[in-house]
Nanobody, 124 residues
Framework: QVQLVESGGGLVQPRNSLRLSCAAS????????MGWFRQAPGKEREFVAA????????SYADSVKDRFIISRDNAKNTGYLQMNSLKPEDTAVYYC?????????????????WGQGTQVTVSS
């Protein structure tokens, strides 16, 4: 069982930056990819970004492309989501998730493990 712990959320003003971290309890042999999803009040959980651990392939939602950067540090078993030029509409609970098998990076139901979530609020 892989445990994921997110950190780095908080309150930030528009156009500023924030970096989220996701620490995994086990090594990359148990994970194919890591994804970030978010859920705003009254809305469904949506895909944000994902990265394949072994080769670093990345995928982004159109709404965050060119603003957010997903990365990973294999030695630390930790993934990151660098969020730049934040907007009020980025306000949500952000979840990291781990996926054991190939494909379906954008589909939340295909992820095997989830963190507890961290709140990100973008407001002046």
């Amino acid at each position: 069982q892989v445990q994921l712990v997110e950190s780095g959320g908080g309150l930030v003003q528009p156009r500023n930056s924030l970096r989220l971290s996701c620490a995994a309890s086990e090594g990359t042999e148990s994970r194919y990819a890591m994804g970030w999803f978010r859920q705003a009040p009254g809305k469904e959980r949506e895909f944000v970004a994902a990265i394949v651990w072994s080769v670093g392939f990345t995928s982004y939602a159109d709404s965050v492309k060119d603003r957010f950067i997903i990365s990973r540090d294999n030695a630390k078993n930790t993934g990151y989501l660098q969020m730049n030029s934040l907007k009020p509409e980025d306000t949500a609970v952000y979840y990291c998730a781990a996926k054991k098998t190939f494909g379906g990076l954008r589909t939340s139901s295909l992820y095997d493990y989830w963190g507890q979530g961290t709140q990100v609020t973008v407001s002046s």
